[in-house]
Nanobody, 115 residues
Framework: QVQLVESGGGLVQPGGSLKLSCAASGVIFSSYVMGWYRQAPGKQRELVALITTTTGTNYADSVKGRFTISRDNAKSTVYLQMNSLQPEDTALYYC?????????WGQGTQVTVSS
């Protein structure tokens, strides 16, 4: 059974930082492209960042230079370091694992940026 469990969300002031983690089980983690997506109220889910099996990365323009995605295959975990957070970063953040037709999602972790 595949499980993706996100953690690390919370309430932070503008300009602050958070680090999200997503622990995977039930998959050969190193063979999956891992991604972070987010969905704000009333908006569609959007890609934030992804990391390939060879650690290539891709970021949404809105987070470039502020967020960093990384993976630890030994721990089957993907991370999202978020710096210089802004109120518009407030959303439910989801972890995703993708390989071919296999596409798995976590339950999400809430990030709220507010003073």
């Amino acid at each position: 059974q595949v499980q993706l469990v996100e953690s690390g969300g919370g309430l932070v002031q503008p300009g602050g930082s958070l680090k999200l983690s997503c622990a995977a089980s039930g998959v050969i983690f190193s063979s999956y492209v891992m991604g972070w997506y987010r969905q704000a109220p009333g908006k569609q889910r959007e890609l934030v960042a992804l990391i390939t099996t060879t650690t290539g990365t891709n970021y949404a323009d809105s987070v470039k230079g502020r967020f960093t995605i990384s993976r630890d295959n030994a721990k089957s975990t993907v991370y999202l370091q978020m710096n210089s957070l802004q109120p518009e970063d407030t959303a439910l953040y989801y972890c995703n694992a993708k390989r071919g037709f296999h596409d798995f999602w976590g339950q999400g972790t809430q990030v709220t940026v507010s003073s």
